[in-house]
């Protein structure tokens, strides 16, 4: 059970778009429509931001939004802000299991 | 709204035995059909999932870390925990407990985390 694979970093202007990328196999982000997106700010638990590929829990800004295709998944923050700033994390289930992604920080330049 | 909190030591010495208590409050552990996990993150490192457990006992752990976890639930008290045996420094990390959004569907409730240690 490897870690599935994340650019480490990615940056926009406040207002652009932002897309993290989240490659892992098919015994994970490919078999299944179970990846996750964690935000996690510096000290602070990671929170959820897209489950099951691209739905957002209540509450998230509908900036955010996830995608899918083959064994690659993707998160894009639409019009960054400054409290965007954070780590971002992939997960996925794999076969009574999760596995999580390397992590990317994302900047707000 | 549901509140999940760890306690348990701070400070564990290398060979010994960690053990993890989470809280749930705001809810019951045996009336929401979701699973509660455990997952860790190394310090300036990533997130790493150790398992999860049904209210029924019914449990699922990382394989890499499969012969020295044991995850039980204690229904009557709102808690679920976590034994992780022969630790070592590889081992100190910020432990959360954490409940899914929806089956195989990610985490969406954490506790805060608790850092844990490892040193003589």
């Known amino acids: 059970q490897s870690a599935l694979t994340q650019p480490p970093s990615a940056s926009g202007s406040p207002g652009q778009s932002v897309t993290i990328s989240c490659t892992g196999t098919s015994s994970d982000i490919g078999g299944y429509n179970y990846v996750s997106w964690y935000q996690q700010h510096p000290g602070k638990a990671p929170k959820l931001m897209i489950y099951?590929?691209?739905k957002r829990p209540s509450g998230v800004p509908d900036r955010f939004s996830g995608s899918k295709s083959g064994n690659t998944a993707s998160l894009t923050v639409s019009g960054l802000q400054a409290e965007d700033e954070a780590d971002y994390y992939c997960?996925?289930?794999?076969?009574?299991?999760?596995?999580f992604g390397t992590g990317t920080k994302v900047s707000a330049l | 709204q549901l509140q999940l909190q760890e306690s348990g030591p701070g400070l564990v010495k290398p060979s010994e035995t960690l053990s993890l208590t989470c809280t749930v409050s705001?809810?019951?552990?045996?009336?929401?059909?979701?699973?509660w996990g455990w997952i860790r993150q190394s310090p300036g490192r990533g997130l790493e999932w150790i398992g999860s457990?049904?209210?029924?006992?019914?449990?699922h752990y990382n394989p890499s870390l499969k012969s020295r976890v044991t995850i039980s639930v204690e229904t009557s008290k709102n808690q679920f925990s976590l034994k992780l045996t022969s630790m070592t420094a590889a081992d100190t990390a910020v432990y959360y407990c954490?409940?899914?959004?929806?089956?195989?569907?990610?985490?969406?409730?954490w506790g805060q985390g608790t850092l844990v240690t490892v040193s003589s």
């Open positions: 705001g809810g019951s552990i045996s009336s929401s059909s979701y699973y």
């Open positions: 954490a409940r899914e959004v929806g089956n195989r569907s990610g985490y969406s409730y």
């Open positions: 457990i049904y209210y029924s006992g019914t449990t």
């Open positions: 997960s996925s289930y794999a076969d009574s299991s999760y596995v």
């Open positions: 099951e590929v691209s």
